[in-house]
Every structure is written in C-alpha cells, then in structure tokens.
C-alpha cells in the first residue's frame, strides 16, 4: 500500500508536471498566435523596409555623397537651382565616372537627412509647409559649420525662435553686451543667434567662425578672453540682406541658407490668411487637422519605434514575456486607431481643401503683387517694402472688400480690392517718374500671369533692339522709325506692315502726324491687332508718344483709377500707420510734408505746446535728443517728427534698433514720422534696410501733366474755403485761375531750358499763401485789385523763388494772362480749349477738370507742340529700359525659350568678340611719318583710346567665358557684366574707357565698329581726311583746338 501510494502520489506529482507544462505550452502557444497575429501587419511594412535596407544598401555610398554636398553646397541657391546641381549636374558627373556610383535615381536630399515626424513637428513651430523650407531645416539641423541664414522676409527666424525657445540666445552685432553673451554661451553650451547682420562681421567674431581652438582644442578666444569651448555650443548666424555679399572666408566658414520666400510657400500663407479671414470656421479645421496629422505622424513613428524597442530588448525566451506580448498588443492596438483616424482626417482634408480651393486666385494674385513690389528696389534703393507690412495691407483690403452673395464675385471683388490697395499703398511712396514704370510692370505681369499677351512680343517691345541701316522712302517717316517698322516686317505678327504704309502712305501719314497719335484708329486690317502690338507699332512710328500710349494701355486693361495720379490724403495713410509702422517722408525740393503731420496733430491734440509732439531736425549732435524723445515718447504715447535722417549717417543704425526696440510693449498712440532726402545714385544710398521696410512711403512730389496737376493743385483746398469769402463768384474763379497758373509753372520745369532758365521750388505752399492773400485782398476791397494781386503773386509768393530776369518777365506774363478782368467772362479761355468754369462746387470744379480739359499737350504751358518731343523721347527710351530691367530673366526667356539666360549671354559674347577688331600697332603706325602735327598727334591719341576699350572688352569677354563654362568663379563684376548683355546695357568697365553715349549695347558696339573704321581710314597714311566725323572721335576738343 505503502509502495502504490507512492507510485501514485509519484504520478499524480508527473500529471500536474505535464498539465502545467500542457498549460504553460498553450499559453506560449496562445501568446505565440496573439504574437504573431499582433504583427502580421508589420510583416508587409518590415518586408517592404527589409527589400528598400537591400536597394538602399547599393546606393548608400552615392547618396550620402549627393546629401552630404547638398548640405554643403545648395543652400545659398533658389530652388530650380538646388534641383538643377542635384539632377542635370552632379547626378549625371557621378553617373559619367569610369566606375559609376550608385545612386538612388529620385533621391531626395531631405529624405536622407529627416522623416515625416520630424519634419511635421518643424511644421507645428511655425516653418513654412513648402519643399523649399524644410529644405532649408534639414541643412540647418544638420550642418557641420555655422548657418548663416539669408532671410529678408523673417520666416526663418521666427521657425528659430520658436523651435529653441527660451533655449536661444539672441543677440545683435554691436549692441551692449553682446560679446559677454557670446562667451557666456560658449562656456555653458548654449545656442546663440546673431540677427541682422550686415555685409560686414565683427572681426571679433573670427576666431568662433573658424572654430580657432586652442590648448588641444578645448579652449577658444572670445573677444580678448580664452574660453572653454563646450562641444554642445552653437552658432546661427541670420541677415536680412535679400543679395548679400559675403567675403569668401566668411563664405568658407559658414553654410549659407536662401530662406527668401518662394512664389508658391508664399501663396500657400496668404491662402490660409484670406481663408482664415473669409471662413475661419474652415481655416480653423484645417490648422486643427493639419496639427492632428502631425501628431499622428509623430505618435506612429514613436509607437513603431517603441514596438521594435521591445523586441529587440527581450530575452531569448520572449514568448514567455506575457506582459511584453500585452504592452505589444495594446501599442498595435493604439496604431490601428491612429491609421484610422488618419485615413478619416484625409478624407475630411480634402473636403476642407476643395472649399479653400475657391479662394486660391486671391493667393495668387496677391503672390505676385509682393514679388513686384519687392522687385522695385531695383529702380530706387528708398523702395524697400517688407512682407510683414505687405501682410497688414493684404488683410485690411480682404476686411474692406465689399461683401458679395455668392463666392465667385467675392473672389473677384478680393482680387480687384487686394490689387488696388497695393496699387495705392506701393505708388504714394513712389516719385513721380516711376509711378507709370509700376503701373505698366504690374499690368504686364498681370497680363502675363492671365497669358493675355506673349512673352516674346512683350520682350521685344522692352529691347526694341533696331538696326538703323534702313532709308526711309516716306517723308512723315525718319530712318529710325522706317529700320524699325523694316525689322518687325519680318516677324509672322507684323510681316506686311512696310508695303501695306507704302501702299498707303495717307492714311498711315494722318496717323504719324495726329497730335495724340495713341488715340488714333489704325488704318485697315492693323486696327484688329491686340494692345501690345498696338504698343509696338506706336514705339516705332511715335517713340515719343509711347508714355501716353502705355498709360492709355494701362487704362484699358486695369481701369481709369490706375492712372488718375490724385494724391492720397495724409489722414488716410496716418491712419495705416501705427507703433512698429512709422511714416516716412521722402523728401523733394521745396516742399515740407512735415506741416500736414503737424495740422492732423493740432485736430487730435498732439502739439508741441501740449507735450505730445517732439520735432528734432537732425544733425549738429541732435542724436541723443533724438533718443531721449523716442524713448519718451514709446512710454507716454506721444509723436516723434525726426527730420532730415539722412544727415546723420553714422546713427542710422543705431536708430533703426532704438526703432526695433521702442515698437516692443508700447502705448498704442505712439508714433514716429521721419523724413530724408532721397540719394543722388544707388550707390550713395545709406538708409537702411530695416527702417524703409516697414515704413510708410509717402513723396510729396508734384504730379506729372496738366490734368493731374490741376487736380492736386485743387485739392490744396476744400468745400468751406470754397465758401469762405463773401465775393463768392469773383473768389472762386480767381482760385481756380490761380490753380492753373501753378500747374503751368510747375509743369514747366520737365520742358528743361524751354520751360525756365533755371530750376525753381515752386511748391503748394506758394500756391495755398496766395489763395489766403487773395481772400483777404477781396474782404477789403470793393473792387478786384488786379495790380496789386498780380505783384504780390509774381514778385513775391512765386517770384520770390525766380533769379532770372527772364523768367521773371515770363511770370508776369503768365498773371498778366491768366488775372484780368476778362476772365469773369464765361467765354475765358485759360488755355487753348479750355474756358473758365462756371460757380460750381469743390466736387464740380474735379470734374470739369475731368471733362472739359483738352489732351495734354505743351500748348498748355504756352510752348510749341514739339516742344516736349526730345524729352518725351528720352522719357519713354528710359520708361522701357527700367521695364526691361525688372522682368526677371526666366520670364523675359518664356517657358519655351530654347536658350537659358547663359546661353542667350553666350551667344551675344561670341557674336561681340566675333566682330572686334585687333588692337591697332602703335609702333607700326607711328613709324609711318615722322611729322608730329596736331592732327597726326589726335589720331596717335584716338587710336590708343580706342586700343584700351577693345582690351578691356576682349578681356572682360574672355573672362565672363571661363565663367560661364565653370573654368573659373563668377565675381561680382563678372555678374554684372553679364546682366548688362542680357539686358542690352554697355557694361559700366566699357563706358568708363569710351565715350559719353545713350545708346543700348547693340547700337552702341555697331557704333564702336564705325569709329574703328574711321581710325583705320585715317591710320593708312595719317593725311587729314578730308571729311572727319567729329562725333565720332573719343576727345572732340582735342581736334578743334
């Protein structure tokens, strides 16, 4: 018994052993299926990265080479430049190896450097969702030397300071302290930001740049200090220069980064930003969505890393592991709910983005418009705008766009409202001569963007590039107009135009001869061109008319308001100002803005008397008044006039930081108004950057034309002075005369010598003193005192400006004229056409102007109709060249331009070193005769001179085509050499060794050709020619003397 209870308890002992082996078998096998049925998804995806790890592993070599240069390389470069090394250059010299290197055939730099994760949670911290930007991220993030962002529009360094936070250190060139903040943060590890850098860096800086290590590369030079250098320790660099020129050591020691906007990461921002205005409720969800999706994409990545975290981290028996089994169950689980609501939030991502879609032609246009105000720096360096400003404009014109039912004629009234108030926030802060460049480039652009017009008619109304070698058969044509009208004969759009004005000379003749020949219908088939071949016919026919006709085109295609030229009111742009937004007066002769700042201050309070209004005119030591009065006044919410900044050089800079730094938790009512005379040439311009963008522009230049001065002169004055004096008829009428005679004199001064002798301020203040005269005059008298008015007006209020003896009788003759009795008759003529008004009102009086004032013409101003052809020539010459220059080169070549821009400048080298003679032997010519006359020692001079010139072409040719084969490093002046070709410009290294001309470079090297075969005439024998072309010689003086 004993023996069979132990065999039994034996055996039962043996069945519990094998249940719980049974038991613990099925719950490995239990978990082994959960195991494996958690991670049969994986299989796919794991499979799928296993195949991609094997083709990845053939090509590591090539694509980290290709990352690791685009890291090093691209980053200075737009986009089609980064994509063009990357795919048409250094793929394609790797492939061309005799042992090729493997690459991946698409790589994507940006792949290789980051995932979606990281790049999802850049987006959150505020980097631009376009390609470009997270570019720029991944060469910020992983770069070895020191980033030095390029970041005129900001949206770099806002991404910065977001992602670092409170971690960064920010500092400015120059500003207290900043050195001890650099050491502080080298020493602890910290990351430090340098803004706003200028083209030049402090030399303190260098040995950091460099990273010029000492004592076995632990300790570094700051300042005059040696310091630990800790390896966690960083350096970004940032400027708002948009086209910096850094040394090339700077070049060497930093890894430059384009974070320029793009034309399209832009319109994706000002799409969201309309959206946002127009249906927050959609904007709302799709910022919400857009930060879901990103945290989804983070969460998934961190699970799955989690997920591969615990199976490589288990022990050898893992099936055992229930809890891991659980955890991985439960993170499987959590994923699969995620790609759920992935797939719902992409489903509702591309509702959402089907209804911001209708808003898409705002963002476009509204696109363009910032890139063509940002391209007017070109014309003048004061046109400095900033995309933050642009903003504000944007957003004030969707809030004032009138409300519409339905979405399609809302988004033409945003498009035509955001258009306009561009028009009129860009042109008040442009002179008057550039007002007309704008309109015209962004009616161009317009049309482009539209494709109304082509690119290559419109490129070749800009360059007009003609050869006079035509005689003109027809007596109302000049051989410049007949060689132009011979040259578009030969293109498909005008073949046929020299016979059809041969065949019909009187009508063509009744157009070339009209007065307003842009008002003129053309004769036969040629009236059914488009505008821009209109444009172009007129710019051979009547050069001189061209400013006239391209205001006409304008109008036609924009509307009248475009081209009106009415002064904007000071309230309404003081009203747009505000503490980070001063208002900036760019200065003209004889006018004073700085009175309307303090007339609107008397209506709101703000005086010199009451405290509120500190007016420093600048210079003479006036800076530290300057600084104490802004600091006051940023606290206290008063107004700071600061006159004549231009004066003060050497402060700019620390004014544009005081700026900076008073707009920073101020009082809303606190304001700055500046003023500075414009520079004499871009290279004298010293405002800086920061303190013209976020201005605003005002220039208080009188307008061009009768009809425009005429109403500005009008609107000096309004209703209640209208109504102010008792004689009411005799005061209006008088005003209004008054109003005419000033636009004469102004207008006059743009006829040069035939308008006045000398140059003259006249001003509105001339003009709003004798107004006031002539209503107290007629107060006090009984009758109209002609005499006495006609002296106060021309001796003192107008001729007080004259110094001419000439043009003192001229104003004279001018009142005389203009102030008579006569002019209460209603059959008075003003001018030619053009009688005197009847009793109307101030609105009345606009628009008589309007309907009753005759063309412009020089009869006006009492001049002859020829009188402004030569400088309505030379006006509308200079109109076109400045277009040509803004057009940028990939949109003058077209989409389908068989050239690039390097190979178009290309071909015109060939062609120039083609024709250019051999310099002339010196020795050999002058061992022809051993006299040594005047006129031989002329041709000895000429001959010499014109050798320099073609040495200097030659070798500046021969340079820019090392460049442009990639045999040598493009400098700036080989640069500049090539957009003078590609813009038909006389390199400025060619002028200063040639003559003084107008020309454009084709006409002007033909002309240089013609010299040369003077010079040869004259050097076969050295005899006087018996005809010399004194023009054409480089010193004519030399000759005659």
């Not at 309007?850 to 009492?862: A, C, F, K, R």
Request: aromatic share 10%; hydrophobic share 40%; with cysteine.
């Amino acid at each position: 018994l004993e023996t069979l209870t132990t065999e039994f308890e034996k055996a039962t002992a043996e069945k519990l052993g094998f249940q719980e082996e049974v038991n613990h078998t099925n719950k490995t096998i239990e978990l082994a299926n959960r195991l494996v049925k958690g991670l049969e998804s994986e299989n796919v995806r794991w499979a799928h990265s296993v195949a991609q790890y094997h083709d990845q592993e053939a090509t590591l070599c090539g694509d980290v080479l290709l990352t690791a240069a685009f890291i090093s390389y691209a980053g200075s470069f737009s986009k089609k430049y980064r994509r063009e090394l990357l795919e048409n250059l250094w793929m394609p010299f790797l492939r061309s190896q005799k042992t090729p290197i493997p690459m991946m055939g698409d790589l994507d730099p940006v792949s290789m450097l980051t995932d979606g994760a990281t790049v999802a949670q850049w987006n959150n911290e505020g980097l631009p969702g376009d390609k470009m930007s997270t570019q720029n991220a991944s060469i910020l993030i992983n770069c070895e030397r020191w980033p030095l962002l390029i970041d005129p529009q900001l949206q770099g360094i806002k991404w910065i300071k977001s992602r670092y936070g409170n971690a960064l250190k920010v500092v400015s060139q120059g500003q207290r302290g900043y050195v001890d903040v650099i050491e502080q943060a080298v020493v602890a590890g910290d990351i430090v930001l340098i803004e706003n850098l200028e083209e030049t860096i402090d030399p303190i800086t260098d040995p950091l740049l460099g990273r010029h290590t000492i004592k076995k590369g632990s300790c570094i030079k700051v300042g005059d200090k040696e310091c630990f250098f800790h390896p966690s320790f960083r350096l970004i660099l940032h400027t708002k220069l948009a086209n910096p020129h850094y040394k090339p050591e700077i070049q060497a020691q930093t890894t430059l980064i384009n974070f320029t906007v793009t034309r399209d990461g832009l319109e994706d921002q000002l799409l969201a930003q309309v959206v946002n205005q127009e249906r927050p409720d959609l904007e709302h969800l799709k910022s919400e969505l857009t930060k879901q999706q990103n945290m989804f994409k983070i969460e998934l990545k961190l699970l799955e890393d989690e997920l591969l975290t615990r199976l490589s981290a288990a022990e050898s028996n893992f099936l055992g592991d229930t809890v891991l089994v659980e955890k991985l169950e439960s993170t499987k689980h959590t994923a699969a709910e995620i790609e759920l609501k992935v797939l719902e939030a992409k489903i509702n991502e591309v509702k959402i983005n089907e209804a911001r879609e209708h808003y898409r032609p705002v963002a476009v246009r509204a696109s363009l418009l910032y890139f063509i105000m940002n391209d007017l720096n070109k014309i003048n360096p004061m046109y400095q705008f900033s995309l933050k400003a642009f903003n504000i404009v944007f957003h004030k014109a969707v809030e004032m766009a009138e409300v519409c039912e339905d979405v399609k004629s809302r988004v033409n009234t945003l498009i035509d409202c955001v258009t306009y108030s561009t028009f009129n926030y860009i042109s008040r802060g442009l002179f008057e001569r550039d007002k007309l460049t704008f309109t015209a480039q962004l009616t161009f652009q317009l049309l482009l963007m539209s494709k109304e017009i082509d690119v290559r008619e419109l490129d070749f109304l800009l360059r007009f590039n003609i050869d006079h070698n035509y005689v003109s058969p027809l007596d109302f044509l000049s051989n410049s107009a007949w060689s132009a009208i011979k040259v578009m004969s030969f293109t498909d759009e005008f073949r046929g135009l020299d016979r059809d004005i041969e065949g019909s000379p009187k009508r063509w003749k009744k157009l070339v001869e009209s007065e307003c020949p842009e008002k003129e219908k053309f004769p036969q088939e040629w009236k059914g061109k488009s505008s821009l071949q209109k444009l172009i016919i007129m710019r051979a026919l009547r050069p001189d008319r061209m400013t006239y006709a391209l205001r006409n085109f304008v109008e036609e295609k924009l509307g009248v308001k475009y081209t009106e030229g009415r002064k904007s009111e000071f309230a309404k742009s003081f009203r747009e100002s505000g503490p980070a937004f001063p208002v900036f007066f760019i200065l003209s002769p004889g006018v004073d803005p700085l009175k309307d700042v303090e007339s609107l201050g008397r209506k709101l309070g703000f005086t010199i008397d009451l405290g509120k209004l500190h007016n420093v005119s600048l210079g003479q030591g006036q800076e530290s008044v300057a600084e104490v009065a802004m600091e006051k006044a940023s606290k206290e919410g008063h107004w700071v006039i600061l006159q004549n900044i231009h004066l003060v050089a050497r402060w700019l800079g620390a004014l544009e930081k005081l700026l900076e730094r008073c707009c920073e938790n101020t009082h809303p009512d606190y304001r700055v108004f500046m003023s500075a005379e414009p520079a004499a040439s871009p290279k004298e311009h010293i405002i800086p950057q920061g303190i013209l963008e976020n201005a605003i522009k005002i220039t208080n230049e009188p307008p061009t034309g009768m009809h425009a001065n005429l109403h500005a002169a009008l609107d000096n004055f309004d209703q209640d002075i209208l109504d102010q004096c008792s004689r009411e008829q005799e005061f209006k009428t008088i005003l209004f005369s008054l109003c005419y005679f000033h636009a004469c004199v102004a207008e006059r001064r743009k006829f040069g010598p035939q308008g006045w002798n000398r140059k003259y301020p006249f001003n509105t203040g001339d003009l709003t003193i004798s107004v006031n005269v002539l209503y107290n005059y007629l107060e006090a008298n009984t009758q109209v005192p002609w005499e006495d008015l006609r002296y106060l007006f021309g001796e003192i209020m107008y001729g007080g400006h004259i110094t001419d003896d000439w043009d003192r009788r001229l104003c004279r003759t001018y009142l005389e004229e203009y102030m008579q009795p006569n002019q209460f008759d209603r059959k008075f003529a003003l001018g030619t056409g053009f009688l005197v008004p009847s009793n109307l009102d101030y609105k009345g009086y606009h628009d008589f102007i309007d309907e009753m004032l005759p063309h412009e013409s020089p009869v006006h101003y009492g001049l002859h109709p020829n009188a402004e052809i030569e400088f309505l020539t030379v006006t509308s010459d200079s109109l076109f060249h400045t277009l040509l220059e803004l057009q940028s080169p990939d949109a003058v070549m077209g989409d389908g331009a068989s050239q690039t821009l390097e190979e178009k400048v290309k071909t015109i080298l060939d062609e120039i070193l083609e024709k250019l003679p051999e310099e002339y032997n010196m020795s050999d010519i002058t061992s022809k005769t051993a006299e040594r006359s005047p006129y031989i020692l002329v041709c000895f001079q000429e001959c010499e001179r014109m050798n320099m010139l073609i040495s200097e072409i030659r070798r500046s040719l021969r340079e820019l085509d090392l460049g442009l084969k990639g045999e040598l490093a493009m400098s700036s002046e080989m640069e500049k050499l090539q957009a003078a070709l590609f813009f038909d410009n006389v390199p400025d290294t060619w002028t200063r060794l040639a003559y003084p001309s107008t020309y454009s470079l084709a006409i002007w090297y033909n002309d240089v050709m013609q010299r040369c075969k003077e010079l040869d005439s004259w050097t076969q024998d050295l005899s006087l020619p018996c005809v010399v072309w004194l023009s054409g010689l480089f010193n004519p003086q030399s000759f005659l003397t």
